[in-house]
């Protein structure tokens, strides 16, 4: 059954450093999407794309953050100088388009990001 | 702007019984959608059961099902013969459908159910 991937499962980085978080979505899904969820709190989306372009962003998804899809597999999201706050497991989810307007987004499996 | 509310916390039950969770929401869009998460230990979400707001008839999937009740704005989530592997966060989330996909879910706090043998 296809899958959304992510890689690193677990980053370690110091405060100031850029890091990217990789995921690579289900093939014919056309939506992508960053969540993230600080330990023990609820999941609260960061950002969501379509067609190249970011279609939806929250308040949380400010100047520090970008997001990239620089082949026809991988979607990328770019943290540019971490913070403490930024620590946190981020998921990635991609959802098919469809005329309907229900479409599931399947999640990966997080990327633990730690920020010393 | 779109809320959702989960009310308890944490829950304990005893193998093979059934479970209710609740979920209520606040929106002002007309086309939504309703989700429930299951989030075990692991960490990894995983989809349960949908709901579209315009959708006549509960959703159902396995021995998960949704009681949706439009005026009250609930969508609890009702898990039947519940199995020592059901232990794990539940989320309850929603997502204004009339944007054709892009939007991103809105989470509730969750329930951790634990089950016990």
């Known amino acids: 059954e296809p899958e959304v991937t992510q890689t690193p499962s677990h980053q370690v980085t110091q405060m100031g450093q850029e890091v990217i978080l990789r995921c690579v979505p289900i093939?014919?899904?056309?939506?992508f999407y960053w969540y993230r969820q600080i330990l023990g709190q609820k999941v609260e989306f960061l950002v969501s794309?379509?067609?190249?372009?970011?279609?939806?962003k929250s308040e949380i998804f400010d100047d520090q953050f970008s997001v990239e899809r620089p082949d026809g597999s991988n979607f990328t999201l770019k943290i540019r100088s971490t913070k403490l706050e930024d620590s946190a497991m981020y998921f990635c989810?991609?959802?098919?388009?469809?005329?309907?307007?229900?479409?599931?987004?399947?999640f990966g499996p997080g990327t633990r990001l730690t920020v010393l | 702007a779109q809320k959702i509310t989960q009310t308890q916390p944490g829950m304990f039950v005893q193998e093979k019984e059934a479970v209710t969770l609740d979920c209520t929401y606040d929106?002002?869009?007309?086309?939504?959608?309703l989700f429930w998460y299951k989030q075990p230990s692991s960490g990894e979400m995983i989809f349960l059961i949908y709901q579209g707001s315009y959708d006549e008839q509960n959703a159902t999937e396995g021995r998960y099902s949704l009681n949706f009740q439009k005026a009250r704005k609930s969508a609890n989530l009702v898990i039947s013969a519940s199995q020592l592997g059901d232990s794990a966060m539940y989320f309850c989330a929603m997502r204004d459908n009339s944007g054709g996909g892009a939007d991103g879910l809105t989470f509730g706090k969750g329930t951790h159910l634990i089950i016990q043998p």
């Open positions: 093939s014919n899904h056309l939506y």
């Open positions: 929106t002002s869009d007309q086309s939504y959608g």
């Open positions: 989810a991609s959802s098919e388009y469809s005329v309907v307007s229900y479409n599931e987004q399947f």
């Open positions: 794309f379509y067609n190249n372009e970011i279609s939806e």
